[in-house]
């Protein structure tokens, strides 16, 4: 028990030692564009699988392995029905624009930022109505975010009402060494009880 409550500790105070970042980090999505450049995304609706491809005279199915070797569990098992969709931008494309648009996020009227494989464009959550966004576009492209490639998804109410916790990670790492402090007090004073009992 000793040991277990010396590394929460220790986990606790890293957690609360480490720089804070306002947007951290997504994980990496799966990328297929060192092998096919002319990769724009995939998804599976319905158990078909659909691929972007900017240009779709590309052998699908050579994609379609590619896709199964390095992104497990996307492709469906067996020989899946293929649909090809001609993309305007490239997975890699749209990524740097959807990494360059996260430097918005500390914009009010912004609450998130993503790639879209569905619809092969950036996704930018905003609070703006349709028609109140041409500040925002001109702010999207100062960061070399092509309007046409951005997709706003409006977002209203609490989702925009709540701000960024950049801090989350030092409440999490402070609440775990008090939880582990309580539970190790809880366990001493009862192993205290039973001893004076014995």
């Not at 931008?89 to 930022?113: C, E, G, K």
């Not at 028609?131 to 209203?156: I, K």
């Not at 989702?159 to 402070?174: A, E, F, H, L, Q």
């Amino acid at each position: 028990m000793l040991a277990t409550f010396a590394i929460t500790v220790a986990l606790g105070a890293a957690a609360w030692s480490q720089p804070v970042s306002p947007m951290p980090e997504p994980p990496p999505r799966c990328d297929i564009s060192s092998t096919v450049p002319q990769y724009g995304g995939a998804y599976v609706s319905a158990g078909v699988l659909h691929i972007w491809l900017t240009e779709p005279e590309v052998d699908e199915r050579a994609v379609a392995a590619a896709l199964a070797q390095q992104c497990p569990g996307l492709v469906p098992p067996g020989t899946p029905e293929i649909e090809i969709h001609d993309a305007d931008y490239t997975v890699s494309q749209l990524r740097a624009w959807a990494r360059a648009a996260t430097s918005l996020m500390n914009r009010p009227d912004i609450s998130m930022t993503g790639v879209n494989e569905q619809t092969n464009r950036v996704m930018v959550g905003t609070s703006r109505p349709d028609g109140d966004r041409a500040e925002l576009v001109a702010a999207l492209n100062s960061e070399g975010v092509p309007e046409a490639a951005v997709e706003f998804l409006e977002m209203t109410g609490a989702t925009m009402d709540m701000p960024v916790d950049d801090g989350k990670w030092r409440w999490i790492g402070g609440a775990a060494v008090l939880l582990t402090l309580a539970v190790g007090f809880t366990v001493w004073v009862s192993w205290r009880r039973r001893r004076r009992v014995t």
